[in-house]
């Protein structure tokens, strides 16, 4: 044992920069990670490209745009018999995806503890929670195009760019949650029905849904700030 | 050579990292109900934005814990998106000033900020 510690390493990687050399000259696997995980990951990196050009594709139009655009906290304003509170319905949207990011960081943590029914329960929590939140999008989008006279190619508010943007950007951001309400709907009920169990009590799958569900937070962290506050 | 039970931490960190989202998302919501202006507005809202992000990916999504290979796997290329935003965002500005050139000024629209 003295005798192989001296030239071998073992199962041991080396951390930090060393180990990027060591991961990326593996002979079998790059990533430490399941594949499942960093397939996900790599999937996700894509996705960020999608965003990130749709965003950047907002930032020109309307840097270009001549017109003066409408001013989000007007035009996102609601109001209960008084005054109009600015983008109130937005912030709402915001926390309830917050809350989604924490059922879901305490099903994963669950579903590592093998317990299924809380990982069940907490998974379909987070369902719940991104449903609404696409309801409520839908609110707001049926509000913009019924009342305000918002279309994608003008709007009586201001710059005419402001509709296709809008439309274009939260439009797929919502579709991201819908088919992410699916994706955990359907990992959570075979994880209630033992499906995961039978396979050698392995999780994992549960973080990998989490990642995807993170990431739909995460760019509406980005989107509330571009789009909404900016 | 799969993790199997994943690196599990203590479900307080989670907690914590949770609520200071909730902090961050009211901060950056107060910047736009106190009618914050100007470079104090812009700078507020990115850095909650880039605060909540970070947290998200690192803690949420693990990638605080992950092997350098996977962290700059996943980091690095969107630094690559940067550099399309600065270009996008000379273009779009030099597209502005042609427009106002060639076309004109436009009449101030009756929105006010």
């Known amino acids: 044992m003295s005798e192989a510690a001296l030239t071998d390493t073992g199962d041991i990687l080396p951390e930090g920069t060393r180990g990027i050399v060591a991961d990326f000259s593996a002979d079998k696997q790059t990533f430490q990670v399941p594949w499942g995980k960093a397939m996900m990951w790599f999937f996700l990196l894509s996705d960020t490209f999608i965003f990130g050009c749709f965003l950047t594709a907002y930032m020109s139009v309307r840097m270009a745009a001549r017109d003066a655009w409408p001013v989000p906290s007007e035009v996102f304003a609601l109001s209960f018999g008084g005054e109009p509170i600015p983008l109130i319905l937005i912030a709402i949207m915001t926390f309830i995806l917050i809350s989604s990011s ?17 990982t069940f329960w907490l998974m379909a929590a987070t369902a719940a929670f991104g449903v609404m939140f696409v309801s409520m999008q839908a609110f707001e989008w049926t509000k913009l195009i019924v009342e305000e006279g918002v ?78 506050l900016w | 050579m799969a993790q199997a039970s994943g690196q599990q931490h203590p479900i307080s960190v989670y907690m914590w990292i949770w609520g200071l989202l909730f902090v961050f998302s009211f901060f950056s919501y107060m910047v736009d109900y106190l009618d914050f202006q100007g470079a104090m507005r812009w700078s507020l809202i990115l850095l909650f934005m880039f605060l909540k992000a970070g947290f998200i990916v690192g803690i949420f999504m693990h990638m605080a814990w992950e092997r350098l290979a996977l962290k700059m796997v996943i980091l690095a290329p969107p630094v690559a998106l940067c550099v399309l935003i600065v270009l996008m965002a000379v273009e779009a500005d030099y597209t502005f000033l042609t427009r106002i050139e060639f076309f004109g000024e436009l009449a101030p629209l009756a929105v006010h900020h």
């Open chain 1, 102 to 118: 924490g059922t879901m960081a305490m099903a994963v943590n669950m579903g590592y503890r093998k317990d299924r029914n809380k």
């Open chain 1, 151 to 228: 279309r994608p190619w003008s709007n009586p508010m201001g710059a005419a760019q402001f509709g296709s943007t809008f439309f274009m950007i939260t439009g797929f951001h919502g579709l991201h949650v819908s088919a992410g309400v699916i994706y955990l709907l359907v990992i959570a009920t075979r994880v209630k029905r033992g499906v995961y169990e039978k396979r050698g009590g392995n999780y994992e799958i549960v973080e990998i849904a989490g990642l995807y569900w993170h990431f739909v937070d995460l760019v509406w962290v980005f989107i509330f700030a571009f789009f909404y």
